[in-house]
């Protein structure tokens, strides 16, 4: 009996093609949205999440608590806070850095980028540690001052010119050798900055005592909540003040995910609405189909069918919209979605789009449950409808 009532379902939808489909669009659209901004706010949490694990989850960031990241000014870090924090044991390495913005020139082309002064002493194991990898060249090494490791995009696009290992760029006045390419990262900001020995960036920017940020390689992770504890007291200690702040790379990322959280709870709101809008052209659609078949309904219970039947019959064919709608948006949401990941990579930033099957799986179910949702009331309407009632309107019709 029900795969009588499926086949009847399927056999209405196709007779009124052209309202389905515009009733099936709504549907669409807002499974489409949802599908599309589910999966690159999820790609962009994981694409982060393996960034910060390259980064490295064994390290504590120091900088001032106006600092921001790398490009950003900040004030209160010294070089004397450097020194309380070696105090420290525990610690692999502590690697101090000052991030400049500034223009580079070569020849007669001038470019504006990121330049890290990273000590040469630390300079290869740091990288390394980060999850960076040489594309040609090497790294920074002691005794090395006007020479520069750079990004693969600073090679590629900064100039008109390509540069290659070897070439000489000039920053603050002086010449600097490329002897290091990194590989491709995936953001245009690591992609582009231009990486040099840290006394070199305190002698040409003038500031000998200035520490943007200190990064602090933690020999065991079990040891970080107390090394963490550690640093903000003796550093509250020694200088007397707050301004500063001590976090982990996992604290950064719980942070990242709380706010793309947020970001993607409003977004799929905002989706569904669309997607409640295409409920209601159901509903309509469907309360316009019951009083067009008022003779059939009628013919229907006066050969014997129950309420129960008309009620089923309607039912499933609102739910098959909902349905056909959720199909199409399923595939149009991942279009866009892998569209959006193509954008940001040809944009500088490598967002990896993974397509998951629960969140596929997921927009048809939810499109199927507003179909079936939109259809009750018009069901329940058909439902009701008498025999008598078709009569008359037999009656009232002139041929």
Same mark, same amino acid.
């Given at each position: 009996?029900?795969?009588?009532?499926?086949?009847?379902?399927?056999?209405?939808?196709?007779?009124?093609?052209?309202?389905?489909?515009?009733?099936?669009?709504?549907?669409?659209?807002?499974?489409?949205?949802?599908?599309?901004?589910?999966?690159?706010?999820?790609?962009?949490?994981?694409?982060?999440?393996?960034?910060?694990?390259?980064?490295?989850?064994?390290?504590?960031?120091?900088?001032?608590?106006?600092?921001?990241?790398?490009?950003?000014?900040?004030?209160?870090?010294?070089?004397?806070?450097?020194?309380?924090?070696?105090?420290?044991?525990?610690?692999?390495?502590?690697?101090?850095?000052?991030?400049?913005?500034?223009?580079?020139?070569?020849?007669?082309?001038?470019?504006?980028?990121?330049?890290?002064?990273?000590?040469?002493?630390? @300079?290869?194991?740091?990288?390394?540690?980060?999850?960076?990898?040489?594309?040609?060249?090497? @790294?920074?090494?002691?005794?090395?001052?006007?020479?520069?490791?750079?990004?693969?995009?600073?090679?590629?696009?900064?100039?008109?010119?390509? =540069?290659?290992?070897?070439? &000489?760029?000039?920053?603050?006045?002086?010449?600097? &050798?490329?002897?290091?390419?990194?590989?491709?990262?995936?953001?245009?900001?690591?992609?582009?900055?231009?990486?040099?020995? =840290?006394?070199?960036?305190?002698?040409? @920017?003038?500031?000998?005592?200035?520490?943007?940020?200190?990064?602090?390689?933690?020999?065991?992770?079990?040891?970080?909540?107390?090394?963490?504890?550690?640093?903000?007291?003796?550093?509250?200690?020694?200088?007397?003040?707050?301004?500063?702040?001590? *976090?982990?790379?996992?604290?950064?990322?719980?942070?990242?995910?709380?706010?793309?959280?947020?970001?993607?709870?409003?977004?799929?709101?905002?989706?569904?609405?669309?997607?409640? *809008?295409?409920?209601?052209?159901?509903?309509?659609?469907?309360?316009?189909?019951?009083?067009?078949?008022?003779?059939?309904?009628?013919?229907?219970?006066?050969?014997?069918?129950?309420?129960?039947?008309?009620?089923?019959?309607?039912?499933?064919?609102?739910?098959?919209?909902?349905?056909?709608?959720?199909?199409?948006?399923?595939? =149009?949401?991942?279009?866009?979605?892998?569209?959006?990941?193509?954008?940001?990579?040809?944009?500088?930033?490598?967002?990896?789009?993974?397509?998951?099957?629960?969140? =596929?799986? @997921?927009?048809?179910?939810?499109?199927?449950?507003?179909?079936?949702?939109?259809?009750?009331?018009?069901?329940?309407?058909?439902?009701?409808?008498?025999?008598?009632?078709?009569?008359?309107?037999?009656?009232?019709?002139?041929?």
């Amino acid at each position: 009996m029900l795969k009588d009532y499926f086949l009847m379902a399927i056999g209405n939808i196709r007779h009124r093609k052209l309202r389905t489909w515009l009733t099936v669009i709504g549907i669409i659209i807002g499974v489409a949205a949802i599908i599309s901004l589910v999966t690159v706010s999820r790609s962009l949490e994981s694409t982060l999440e393996s960034q910060f694990e390259q980064f490295g989850a064994n390290r504590i960031i120091i900088s001032s608590k106006g600092f921001q990241g790398p490009g950003t000014s900040s004030e209160g870090l010294t070089t004397q806070d450097l020194k309380t924090i070696e105090q420290i044991s525990g610690f692999k390495y502590i690697v101090p850095g000052l991030f400049i913005s500034t223009e580079v020139r070569h020849k007669d082309e001038v470019g504006f980028t990121l330049i890290n002064g990273v000590p040469a002493e630390n @300079f290869e194991e740091f990288f390394l540690d980060s999850g960076a990898e040489l594309q040609e060249g090497r @790294f920074i090494r002691n005794g090395d001052r006007f020479e520069a490791v750079v990004g693969s995009k600073v090679i590629e696009s900064m100039f008109d010119n390509p =540069l290659k290992l070897g070439s &000489k760029i000039e920053i603050e006045g002086k010449e600097f &050798k490329i002897i290091g390419v990194l590989k491709e990262i995936g953001n245009s900001q690591d992609d582009n900055q231009i990486n040099i020995p =840290l006394d070199t960036a305190r002698e040409i @920017f003038n500031k000998p005592n200035d520490v943007d940020a200190i990064i602090a390689q933690v020999k065991s992770p079990d040891d970080i909540p107390l090394l963490q504890e550690k640093i903000e007291r003796e550093l509250e200690r020694k200088r007397g003040d707050t301004n500063f702040q001590v *976090v982990t790379a996992t604290q950064i990322l719980e942070q990242i995910g709380e706010i793309l959280g947020i970001i993607q709870f409003v977004l799929v709101g905002i989706a569904a609405i669309s997607l409640i *809008v295409g409920g209601i052209g159901i509903m309509n659609s469907m309360y316009t189909s019951a009083l067009e078949r008022t003779k059939e309904i009628g013919i229907m219970k006066a050969i014997g069918a129950k309420n129960s039947d008309i009620f089923e019959i309607f039912l499933i064919e609102s739910g098959l919209i909902g349905l056909v709608g959720g199909l199409f948006g399923t595939i =149009l949401g991942s279009v866009i979605a892998l569209t959006i990941g193509e954008f940001s990579k040809n944009a500088g930033f490598l967002l990896n789009i993974k397509i998951e099957i629960l969140v =596929l799986v @997921f927009g048809l179910a939810f499109a199927f449950v507003i179909g079936i949702f939109s259809g009750i009331l018009p069901a329940v309407q058909a439902a009701k409808l008498k025999p008598v009632e078709s009569y008359k309107s037999l009656k009232s019709l002139k041929f």
